[in-house]
C-alpha cells in the first residue's frame, strides 16, 4: 500500500502536511528538513519543486522559489538529494510543482526517478484532469505515484465529484480564492465551503491549505476535514541560520 493511503487509515484525523521549497534557505536543507520534520510530528511532508513562475503561490512561496533557483536547485538535483530518502525517513513525501519543468526531465524519466527515491504522490496544479486521465495515468499507476487535485470554494459540485472519483492519496481544499499565505485565518465564508464540501460524502481524504498557519488555526481546519497543510508560516520559520532548529520549533508550536 502507498505511504499516503496508509497515512489516512492509520490517521483518519488531526493530518499535519508541512510544504518547504527544496533547496531553501540552503542548497542542501531539503534532507535536513525532511528528517527534521519527521522527528517532530509532521504527518507527511510536500517538497516544492522551484519554479520561475509558480501558479498559485503567494510572496513568501515565490521568494523561496527564487532564492532556490539562485541557489542551483533543479528537479535533477532534488533527485540525487533524495536519492537515501527511505534510510531516513519513513513518512509520505509529495512533490509539488508546476507542469514545466517535469516536461522538461521527461514525464517518464522523472515518474522513474520518483519510484527509486521513494516518492508518494505528485500536487501538479496545471495539469489538467482529461490529459492526466488520457495520458499520464497509466504512468502514474505503474511507478506507484499518487495524483492529488485542488478545489477550491468555486469549484462545481460535478467536478468536486469527478476529483473525487478520478484522484487518489486526499483531496487539496484551497480554502480561499487568494493566494498562498493568507494572513486572515478561517472566515465564516470558508466554514460554510467546507460544510458544502463535508455534506457531499466524498470518498478520498481531504486536507486544508491557504490560511493555516499557527496552532489554532491548523486545530480549525482539523474540525471541516482530515487534516490541513502548512506552507508559507514554515517557509518563514526555516527562514533562519539554523533551519532544522526553525522546522523544531515552529512544529512543536503547532502541535503543542
Not at 508541512?18 to 536543507?29: E, M, Q, R
Amino acid at each position: 500500500m502507498n505511504r499516503l493511503e496508509k497515512l489516512f487509515i492509520d490517521k483518519p484525523h488531526g493530518v499535519l502536511n508541512i510544504y518547504f521549497t527544496a533547496g531553501f534557505p540552503n542548497l542542501n536543507d531539503t534532507m535536513p528538513l525532511l528528517e527534521a520534520a519527521e522527528e517532530n510530528g509532521a504527518s507527511l511532508v510536500e517538497i516544492g519543486m522551484p519554479f520561475s513562475d509558480p501558479v498559485v503561490d503567494g510572496e513568501t512561496i515565490q521568494k523561496a522559489n527564487i532564492k532556490s533557483l539562485q541557489n542551483g536547485m533543479s528537479v535533477a538535483l532534488l533527485f540525487e538529494q533524495l536519492k537515501s530518502m527511505r534510510t531516513k525517513v519513513g513518512l509520505p513525501v509529495i512533490l509539488m510543482g508546476d507542469i514545466n519543468p517535469v516536461f522538461q526531465f521527461g514525464i517518464e524519466a522523472f515518474c522513474q526517478k520518483c519510484e527509486e527515491v521513494g516518492v508518494d504522490g505528485l500536487i501538479l496544479p496545471n495539469l489538467p484532469m482529461a490529459e492526466y486521465l488520457e495520458d499520464f495515468k497509466a504512468l502514474f499507476d505503474k511507478h506507484g505515484l499518487l495524483n492529488i487535485f485542488l478545489i477550491t470554494p468555486q469549484t462545481s459540485e460535478a467536478r468536486i465529484r469527478e476529483i473525487d472519483a478520478n484522484s487518489s492519496g486526499f483531496v487539496y481544499m484551497v480554502s480561499s480564492a487568494s493566494t498562498t499565505g493568507s494572513t486572515s485565518g478561517i472566515t465564516e465564508e470558508m466554514k460554510t465551503y467546507f460544510d458544502r464540501v463535508n455534506k457531499m460524502g466524498l470518498k478520498i481524504p481531504r486536507l486544508i491549505g491557504f490560511g493555516i498557519k499557527d496552532k489554532e488555526t491548523f486545530n480549525e481546519a482539523n474540525q471541516y476535514a482530515n487534516g490541513a497543510i502548512i506552507g508559507s508560516a514554515f517557509i518563514r520559520a526555516i527562514d533562519t541560520k539554523k533551519p532544522t532548529e526553525g522546522a523544531a520549533s515552529f512544529l512543536k508550536k503547532v502541535l503543542a
